[in-house]
């Protein structure tokens, strides 16, 4: 009777090797282990190597004045962080409301419909197009009209990019909020919009913080798009007029046209621009990461 | 006084487990409103007429017949997949978030067929409240889940709502425990205190219809005690319609009771006829734990 006894019959099992088993197991892991580090290095090689180089750049200057003339000691890139952040800004504010409310459309109504299915397959389309191609795209918009280089055409090219990340991102957030919050929501009398707003919006409001600012952040390192667009400029953005008027100041293209310069000092400058955008990319990200931890409360 | 628990298989609930110990006997007694006179002579606040249900084109619903009685509490009980909640989620139409499904048939509250497409589903919705398995309070405060739905039906001074607010945690039984909470967020409540929010949430609203689906199985057996003493207290001002799949709650507090199964209500009476004498042997075998 005894639950142990072997089933009548049947040979006996063979063990396999624990040996065997210790040694693939040894080996995966540490091969693991391996990529992982290799990884770690690479990404921290990079840093270290902008950090020790563009660190000298920083100083006052560096965030008050313009690039130098010609080969002048000194100068900043005062102007590049303005036009960056002014094009940024610029993208956001078109990119995030139109991704936010297309992500909406595909939660909350469209679903598993016609029309939402289509949009999801523009959307995934559009997020592999190279963002050179979206520069193109507003160049031929924007640019070729009218026969000059703006900040504004560089913002709809990274809104353009924006655009699709905002949308999924959102969307994926938004569809793990529960139904049943929706339908309690709707089951206290509540019109459709008024529930997705002030319920599930409201719910999901952490993740979609953290992923628009990580679309935001996702441009703003862009080049490819800007060499058609905003081009770059040695002066001051001059304003609205020159945001939509002219080629616009930005870090990533100056950045690459100082690199090639044969004079040690404007590299250096480089390297600095190099290291603000880090810096900030990193920071943005970790600081976002941090304050939205929450909000994955299901 | 004959005790219905006597019938119940305590291992009904969950056949696999039939050779647990009894739980400790529980004390019942029959609500009393439940003679077939009375149920005559009472009020439907809501009589469910040829009601079929479709999840496309698969038909989960079949032919239900249902008088929901005023002031009275009507349980629906039955195996997992019977129904039940498809059945409840016709009350409020709630199933119209979904663009598949479809029910069919006549739903009558106060004597209007709320399936009619005239309805407006946020004034039906304010009538008829409702209270899901999951306790889902909505991601604000204390205070403003309460208050939710009262400034969005009603206009209201603000010593009004709060007026108004503490009034409806009172007779939701949280009071007590969360009159020092107000501001903190309805989330951070404990599951039975979140569930007794949703109530409190529902009651605000002054609906005529509270609809239960299977409140308390996700709450501890303390909280389950505490929903169950509510239940009874709030049929005095409010109808309610109950889902359990947990026989001896649909026994403590109801006093109607349906039988579910496939789709159909196989036995509808008042619950101590149900539990001590039904007419269907499935019924007999459902309640007893002889299932399947
Ligand atoms: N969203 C749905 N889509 C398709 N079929 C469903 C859906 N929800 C429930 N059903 C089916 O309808 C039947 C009744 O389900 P339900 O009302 O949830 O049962 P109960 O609440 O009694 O457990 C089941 O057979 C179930 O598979
Ligand atoms: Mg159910």
Not at chain 1, 69 to 89: E, K, R, Y
Not at chain 2, 187 to 195: E, N
Not at chain 2, 226 to 247: G, P, R
Request: glycine letters at 10%.
């Amino acid at each position: 009777m005894s639950a142990t006894a072997p089933a009548a019959g049947r040979p006996p099992l063979q063990a396999r090797s624990v040996f065997r088993r210790r040694l693939v197991n040894t080996a995966i892991t540490s091969s693991a282990w391996l990529a992982a580090a290799i990884g770690i290095f690479v990404m921290g090689w990079i840093v270290y190597t902008v950090f020790t180089r563009g660190i000298g750049a920083w100083n006052l200057a560096f965030f008050t004045q313009l690039p130098p003339v010609g080969n002048d000691p000194g100068g900043g890139l005062a102007n590049c962080i303005i036009g960056t952040l002014v094009i940024t800004f610029g993208a956001a504010i078109v990119g995030l409301p139109l991704g936010f409310f297309g992500a909406i459309y595909l939660s909350e109504f469209g679903r598993a419909g016609r029309v939402a299915t289509g949009i999801r397959a523009v959307t995934n389309i559009v997020l592999g197009v190279p963002s050179i191609i979206a520069g193109m795209f507003a160049y031929a918009l924007l640019v070729l009209p009218r026969h000059h280089f703006s900040g504004f055409s560089a913002s709809v090219a990274l809104a353009f990019i924006m655009l699709p990340v905002m949308t999924r991102t959102a969307e994926d957030i938004l569809n793990l909020v529960p139904n049943e919050l929706r339908e309690s929501a709707l089951a206290m009398g509540a019109p459709r919009w008024k529930a997705t707003l002030g319920v599930v919006v409201k719910a999901a409001r952490g993740g979609l913080i953290t992923g628009a600012i990580l679309a935001v952040v996702r441009v703003a390192g862009e080049t490819a798009p800007l060499l058609f667009t905003a081009l770059s400029s040695q002066y001051w953005m001059g304003g609205l007029k020159g945001y939509f008027g002219g080629p616009t100041p930005n870090l990533t293209k100056t950045i690459f046209d100082l690199s090639q310069q044969p004079y040690s000092h404007l590299v250096q400058l480089a390297w600095g621009g190099a290291l603000l955008i880090i810096v900030a990319v990193l920071g943005v990200n970790v600081v976002t990461r941090l304050l939205f931890q929450r909000g994955k409360e299901w | 006084m004959v005790d219905i628990m006597d019938r119940i298989d305590p291992g009904a609930d969950n056949a696999v487990e039939s050779e647990r110990p009894l739980p400790p006997r529980l004390e019942v007694t029959p609500t009393g409103h439940d003679s077939a006179t009375e149920f005559d002579a009472l009020p439907s606040k809501l009589s469910v007429r040829d009601l079929d249900f479709f999840y496309g084109k698969q038909q989960a619903l079949f032919d239900n017949h249902l008088e929901v009685k005023e002031h009275r509490v009507t349980a629906i009980i039955g195996p997992s997949g019977c129904g039940k909640s498809t059945h409840l989620r016709c009350y409020n139409r709630i199933y119209e978030l979904y663009r598949d499904q479809k029910a069919t048939g006549e739903v009558m509250l106060d004597g209007r067929n709320i399936l009619a497409s005239g309805t407006d589903l946020l004034s039906l919705r304010r009538r008829v409240g409702m209270i899901f398995q999951k306790p889902s309070p909505f991601p604000m405060t204390v205070f403003d889940n309460i208050a939710y739905g009262l400034r969005m039906h009603f206009k209201l001074s603000r010593s009004e709502l709060s007026e108004r607010v503490e009034d409806a945690l009172k007779r939701g039984a949280l009071w007590e425990e969360v009159k020092d909470k107000l501001k903190e967020p309805g989330l951070a409540l404990s599951g039975g205190q979140q569930q007794r929010l949703c109530i409190a949430r529902a009651i605000a609203a002054e609906p005529e219809l509270i609809l239960m689906d299977e409140p308390c199985s996700a709450i501890d057996p303390v909280g389950t005690a505490k929903i169950e003493e509510l239940v009874s207290e709030l049929k005095s001002s409010y109808t309610i319609a109950l889902v359990t799949h947990n026989m001896q709650q649909a026994a403590r507090v109801s006093d109607y009771t349906a039988f579910f199964f496939e789709g159909r209500i196989i036995e509808f009476g008042a619950t101590s006829q149900i539990f001590e004498n039904p007419a269907q042997k499935q019924t007999e075998d459902y309640i007893t734990g002889r299932f399947g």
